[in-house]
C-alpha cells in the first residue's frame, strides 16, 4: 500500500522557497500522527529532506531519502531506484508513506503506483513554488472531514482512492 500525504492551497501548492508557507499545527500533527501508523515507513525525496526537515530524519518512524547522493544520513536508508523500492510496498501488507516532494509524488502517480492519497486542503493560494500534481482523473474521494481553523487558516482533511482501472 502506497499512500501520499501532503496539505495543498487551493492551486494545489505544497510549498515555497523550500519551505511551508502556513503554520498550522493541528495539521503537523495529523501528519505525524498518519506518518506513524501502519508501520511508520516514510519515503521523502532528497531536496525535500534537505530543505525541509531541518532537525533530521522523523522521529519514531523508519526513513527513506530517494537521492542520487551516496552520502549517509544517520537514521534514515538511502534509496536510488524509486520502482523497485516501490515494488515493496506495491500489494503487500506493507504500508508506505510518502512525503514528497512535488517530484516524488509526480513519478509514483505517473507510475500508477500510488493507492491512496491524504491532502490536507488549505483555503488559500499562497504563491506557492512548488505543486502537488494534478490527481482527480486517477483517484476520487473517498472521506472529506469537517471544515477546520486554526491559526486563520480554514482547512480540510480529504482522502482519496486510486479509480479502479477501465477495461
Same mark, same amino acid.
Request: net charge negative; aromatic share 12%.
Given at each position: 500500500?502506497?499512500?501520499?500525504?501532503?496539505?495543498?492551497?487551493?492551486?494545489?501548492?505544497?510549498?515555497?522557497?523550500?519551505?511551508?508557507?502556513?503554520?498550522?499545527?493541528?495539521?503537523?500533527?495529523?501528519?505525524?500522527?498518519?506518518?506513524?501508523?501502519?508501520?511508520?515507513?516514510?519515503?521523502?525525496?532528497?531536496?525535500?529532506?534537505?530543505?525541509?526537515?531541518?532537525?533530521?530524519?522523523?522521529?519514531?518512524?523508519?526513513?527513506?531519502?530517494?537521492?542520487?547522493?551516496?552520502?549517509?544520513?544517520?537514521?534514515?536508508?538511502?534509496?536510488?531506484?524509486?520502482?523497485?523500492?516501490?515494488?515493496?510496498?506495491?500489494?503487500?501488507?506493507?504500508?508506505?508513506?510518502?512525503?514528497?516532494?512535488?517530484?516524488?509524488?509526480?513519478?509514483?502517480?505517473?507510475?500508477?503506483?500510488?493507492?491512496?492519497?491524504?491532502?490536507?486542503?488549505?483555503?488559500?493560494? #499562497?504563491?506557492?513554488?512548488? #505543486?502537488?500534481?494534478?490527481?482527480?482523473?486517477?483517484?476520487?474521494?473517498?472521506?472529506?472531514?469537517?471544515?477546520?481553523?486554526?491559526?486563520?487558516?480554514?482547512?480540510?482533511?480529504?482522502?482519496?482512492?486510486?479509480?479502479?482501472?477501465?477495461?
Amino acid at each position: 500500500m502506497i499512500r501520499l500525504i501532503a496539505a495543498v492551497d487551493r492551486r494545489l501548492g505544497i510549498g515555497k522557497r523550500g519551505g511551508l508557507p502556513w503554520s498550522i499545527p493541528t495539521e503537523e500533527q495529523y501528519f505525524t500522527d498518519q506518518t506513524k501508523s501502519d508501520g511508520g515507513n516514510v519515503l521523502t525525496g532528497g531536496v525535500t529532506f534537505r530543505e525541509t526537515y531541518t532537525n533530521g530524519p522523523l522521529k519514531d518512524r523508519n526513513n527513506f531519502i530517494l537521492t542520487r547522493d551516496d552520502t549517509p544520513i544517520e537514521g534514515a536508508k538511502l534509496v536510488h531506484d524509486l520502482e523497485s523500492f516501490l515494488q515493496d510496498f506495491a500489494g503487500a501488507d506493507k504500508v508506505l508513506w510518502v512525503s514528497g516532494g512535488a517530484d516524488v509524488f509526480k513519478q509514483i502517480i505517473d507510475l500508477g503506483m500510488a493507492d491512496e492519497l491524504y491532502l490536507t486542503h488549505i483555503d488559500a493560494d #499562497f504563491g506557492c513554488d512548488r #505543486f502537488f500534481p494534478p490527481f482527480e482523473e486517477a483517484f476520487e474521494l473517498v472521506e472529506s472531514g469537517e471544515p477546520q481553523e486554526q491559526n486563520g487558516f480554514h482547512f480540510h482533511y480529504a482522502t482519496y482512492k486510486k479509480k479502479p482501472a477501465r477495461s
